[in-house]
């Protein structure tokens, strides 16, 4: 079967191969890696990447799965940062894996993540959950780095909320008792381990964060600023109207696009490889950039 080929500009309704954003068991996804990159090669995938959270536990296993499937797995991340308050993920992609500062960033990752938990499981037990970490621990159903998922489902499954959604509303969310921020570095500071490690630092999502048109522009500048490359123009599905203004954001600041389904769990309203169309614009693909290169030629037929 050929690979098709990836486009070096978007010309509007492409169906592209290429999902830059998913997650597995070593973070707070529900497929393995071996999992996730088969379910990748049978929905048609040729490139992608693994973007667990803080963590890159899971690449190993991913790229040996896609080199024994043709399928170019790129090497990466979701950093946790904080920027102004907010809780802000930045993707980091790693042609040359994690090195020096960012090694030592993800040390220090899942330390906070830790120290965060316990936070958390602090706060929640204030509002009834009792043993909120081993409750927490037990969803997640192994010795990973726990995370907000995880405490949601034990809401849940203690019948304080009814479901994730309540939970992360009324518990986890932006703002609420469980969103604990204070842990993580800087936006400039994980952009800084990205960069430093001959990777692309993507900024994550950048229209989940209801933020007004002109903070987006802000948030932009300070990550270009900073080093960062590329914004995620799609993430899963989102309005159309919305995807060519922050086009516009990206165009006006020089950065490339990125896009990914932000995959976590089958039998949700996501797959790998699903999310909305692109808009025809003249901001570049991420994988135009030349760090890139090598590893999107990677992708070969099956044997
Ligand atoms: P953490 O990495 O521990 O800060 O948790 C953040 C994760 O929680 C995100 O990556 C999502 O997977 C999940 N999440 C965030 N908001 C929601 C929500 N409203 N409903 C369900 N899951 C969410
Ligand atoms: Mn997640
Ligand atoms: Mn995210
Ligand atoms: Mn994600």
């Known amino acids: 079967m050929p690979i098709p080929a990836l486009p ?155 479901d994730v959604g309540t939970a992360f509303a009324k518990h986890l969310g932006n703002g609420k008792a469980g969103d604990v921020k204070a842990l993580w570095p800087h936006l400039r500071e994980g952009v800084r381990w990205i960069v430093e490690s001959g990777g692309i630092a993507v900024l994550a999502h950048p229209l989940r964060h209801k933020l007004t048109r002109r903070k987006r522009g802000l948030l932009l500048d300070d990550f270009g600023a900073a080093g960062g490359r590329a914004a995620e123009l799609i993430s899963g599905f989102q309005n159309a109207d919305v995807t060519r203004d922050l086009a516009r954001q990206l165009q006006e600041r020089d950065l490339l696009a990125s896009l990914g389904s932000d995959f976590h769990f089958p039998g949700g309203h996501l797959s790998p490889g699903s999310m909305s169309p692109l808009p025809r614009t003249a901001v570049a693909p991420v994988w135009t950039h030349p760090r890139l290169a090598a590893w999107i030629d990677r992708a070969a037929p099956a044997a």
């Open 8 to 162: 070096v500009r978007f010309e509007g309704g492409d169906s592209l191969s290429i999902d830059l954003h998913m997650h597995s068991t070593a973070s707070d996804g529900a497929l393995s890696p071996t999992g996730l990159v088969a379910l990748c090669r049978d929905r048609g995938l040729t490139h992608i990447a693994l973007t667990d959270h803080d963590t890159m536990d899971g690449v190993g296993e991913a790229v040996q799965a896609g080199e024994a499937s043709g399928l170019a797995v790129l090497p990466a991340t979701e950093l946790s940062t904080q920027w102004r308050g907010i809780n802000l993920h930045v993707v980091g992609l790693l042609p040359e894996g994690a090195r020096g500062a960012l090694a030592e960033g993800l040390v220090a990752q899942a330390d906070a993540r830790e120290k965060r938990a316990v936070t958390i499981a602090a706060r929640l037990e204030k509002i009834g959950l009792d043993d909120a970490l081993a409750r927490a621990r037990e969803q997640a159903g192994s010795e990973r780095p726990l995370g907000r998922p995880d405490f949601a489902r034990a809401l849940v499954a203690a019948g304080l909320v009814p």
